[in-house]
């Protein structure tokens, strides 16, 4: 598995927009800056949301009027969070594909698409009997936690992707180099 992820990872990277991509002098750092500034604000919105099923933040306001009027802002927000995401994986594909971090980060994007939809699918299946209430019950209060956890530790991995403590350039574990999926001898950068 480790080597096709490899081999299409040195696929995308000899293509002639990537290279350009990643050597830009403005667009790369332009990507970049969108991709962090969408995220504050949609994980911003996806937080409040969150706290507000855990009581902690407008206790007062009906949950179901503060997820309406954050979820659109937020999902313009996740979009363009996404596409800025690809096109930071597409700049610099080899060292992203045997990143420890982007493949932890790729892991619980995945288990936060999956408690989204078990969170969104929750709420709207009871909210009519707790939308005034304080806290949401505890199913939507587990996958709000889950969520804050989740994105926590998803902006920290996305943060250590630029720092190089396990990569395949260095002498490693046999499990880390399975985990960042080190390929002898074809590691480039």
């Known amino acids: 598995m480790n080597e096709f992820i490899y081999n299409i990872a040195v696929w995308i990277d000899d293509t002639p927009y990537s ?19 969408t995220l504050m604000v949609s994980l911003g919105m996806l937080f ?16 179901s009027k503060i997820a ?3 979820n659109i802002p937020m999902l313009i927000g996740f979009t363009v969070m996404f596409i800025t995401g690809i096109l930071l994986f597409y700049a610099v594909p080899v060292r992203s594909a045997q990143s420890i971090w982007f493949r932890i980060k790729m892991v619980l ?12 699918k929750r709420m709207s299946e009871s909210v009519s009997s707790w939308d005034c209430e304080e806290r949401a019950p505890k199913r939507v209060r587990t996958g709000a936690v889950l969520s804050l956890v989740f994105w926590t530790i998803i902006v920290i991995c996305g943060r250590f992707i630029a720092y190089d403590w396990f990569d395949c350039d260095y002498e490693q574990s046999a499990l880390v180099e399975f985990v960042a999926g080190c390929i002898d001898g074809q590691t480039r950068f």
């Open 68 to 70: 309406e009027r954050l």
């Open 19 to 37: 290279a350009m991509l990643h050597e830009s002098y403005y667009m790369y750092n332009w990507v970049e800056s969108t991709h962090v500034l």
């Open 109 to 120: 994007l995945v288990a936060c698409a999956i408690n989204a939809y078990l969170f969104h």
């Open 48 to 63: 409040l949301i969150d706290l507000r099923m855990l009581g902690y933040a407008f206790p007062d306001v009906p949950a």
